[in-house]
C-alpha cells in the first residue's frame, strides 16, 4: 500500500527566513507521481509540482525548489526568502497505478507553514 | 488547460436535507473523477472513485447509499449527501485525472449542515 509521511505538522518561519518541509513516501510500483499543493485558508488546493518517478532532476521554480531522492524515497520542497503569503498547508501527494486503471493519489497529513512578519 | 470547476463552493443545510455538489471538466473529459472530504485540520481522505456511465468505486468505510455519486457523462460528476447530519459538515473536494497523468482539483465545497 501506499503512504507519504509528512512527519512536520507545524513550522514557523521569519519572514525571509528559507524552510523545507520533508515528505518521505512508500510504494511497491516503479512508475509513480509525486505532487506538492498548496491550500491556503481559502481552501482551494493550488498545484505546485508534479515528478514522475523517472525523473529525480531537481527543480527550481522561483523561490521554490524540489529535492527528490529515490535512495531515500524523499521528495522535499523547500521556499527559499520565504514570504507571509506562503503561509499555508502544503500536501505532498503520491500516485500510482489502480486496478482500474487510473491513478490513485495518497495525500500526506499535511504541513502547516506560518511565516511571520 | 485541464480545469475542473465545483459548485457550490458553500451551502448550508437543514439536518435531514440533501445536498449535492456538482463536479465539472471545463475543457477535458473525465472519464476518472474523484471525491475526497477533508475535516478541519486534517487531510483529504478518498471517499469514492467515480467512472463514467458506471458505479462508483467507495473506500472502505464510507456509506455509498449516504454519499450517492453519479457521473452521468464525461464531463460532470455529482456527489449528492442525503439525509444530511451535522457529523457531515466538512470540505469536499473533486478531482479528475486527465490525459497526461495530471491530476486536477475543484476549488471544493464547504457543507455546514445545521
Known amino acids: 500500500a501506499q503512504k507519504v509521511t509528512q512527519a512536520q505538522t507545524e513550522i514557523s518561519v521569519v519572514e525571509k527566513e528559507d524552510v523545507t518541509l520533508d515528505c518521505v513516501y512508500e510504494t511497491r510500483d516503479t512508475t509513480y507521481y509525486l505532487f506538492w499543493y498548496k491550500q491556503p485558508p481559502s481552501g482551494e488546493l493550488v498545484f505546485l509540482i508534479r515528478?514522475?518517478?523517472?525523473?529525480?532532476q531537481n527543480e527550481i521554480s522561483g523561490r521554490y525548489s524540489w529535492n527528490f531522492q529515490k535512495s531515500t524515497s524523499s521528495f522535499n520542497f523547500t521556499i527559499t526568502a520565504s514570504q507571509v503569503v506562503d503561509s499555508a498547508v502544503y500536501f505532498c501527494?503520491?500516485?500510482?497505478?489502480?486496478?482500474?486503471?487510473?491513478?490513485?493519489?495518497?495525500f500526506g497529513t499535511g504541513t502547516k507553514l506560518q511565516v511571520i512578519p | 488547460g485541464a480545469v475542473v470547476s465545483q459548485h457550490p463552493s458553500r451551502v448550508i443545510c437543514k439536518s435531514g436535507t440533501s445536498v449535492k455538489i456538482e463536479c465539472r471538466s471545463l475543457?477535458?473529459?473525465?472519464?476518472?473523477m474523484f471525491w475526497y472530504r477533508q475535516f478541519p485540520k486534517q487531510s483529504l481522505m478518498l471517499m469514492a472513485t467515480s467512472n463514467e456511465g458506471s458505479k462508483a468505486t467507495y473506500e472502505q468505510g464510507v456509506e455509498k447509499d449516504k454519499f450517492l455519486i453519479n457521473h452521468a457523462s464525461l464531463t460532470l460528476s455529482t456527489l449528492t449527501v442525503t439525509s444530511a447530519h451535522p457529523e457531515d459538515s466538512s470540505f469536499y473536494i473533486c478531482?479528475?485525472?486527465?490525459?497526461?497523468?495530471?491530476?486536477?482539483f475543484g476549488s471544493g465545497t464547504r457543507l455546514t449542515v445545521v
Open positions: 501527494a503520491l500516485s500510482e497505478p489502480y486496478s482500474g486503471g487510473y491513478q490513485k493519489v495518497t
Open positions: 475543457d477535458f473529459q473525465a472519464t476518472t
Open positions: 515528478r514522475n518517478s523517472f525523473d529525480e
Open positions: 478531482s479528475a485525472t486527465y490525459w497526461d497523468g495530471g491530476y486536477t
